[in-house]
């Protein structure tokens, strides 16, 4: 009886220290110039910047999501390294949140998670 004690210990120890790791998911820009309607890659050079970034980290979580607010596409970049609350940009690729008068509490509770681009941990 003893020795089946220990071992429902060990196996529940076991599987309690296994984390379950989100597949990743590579980056593609074509889906946001599908959802932002422009062909035009230069204009998102910038969000390609980003994701080089988060490549050449070892480490890290990084993500790309398409946000919907009022009928409109929205780019959320989140990147735990840094202290601030994810970046949300507009299809031209300018901050959103100070123009459209909200918070990013307020965003994430108005707005749509429309789809994953990148995903990195």
Known sequence: MRKLVVFTCLITFALAGCEEELPRIDYSLDQILFACKND?????????QFVAKAEAQPGGYYAVELMKYNSSVYIMLQ???????PQIYNCNGDLALGDLGL???????????????????
């Open 40 to 48: 035009n890659r230069a204009d998102f050079l910038w969000l390609d």
């Open 79 to 85: 990147d735990n390294l840094s202290a601030s609350p």
């Open 103 to 121: 918070t990013y509490n307020e965003f994430i509770n108005l707005s749509t998670k429309l789809k994953t681009i990148y995903y990195k941990y």
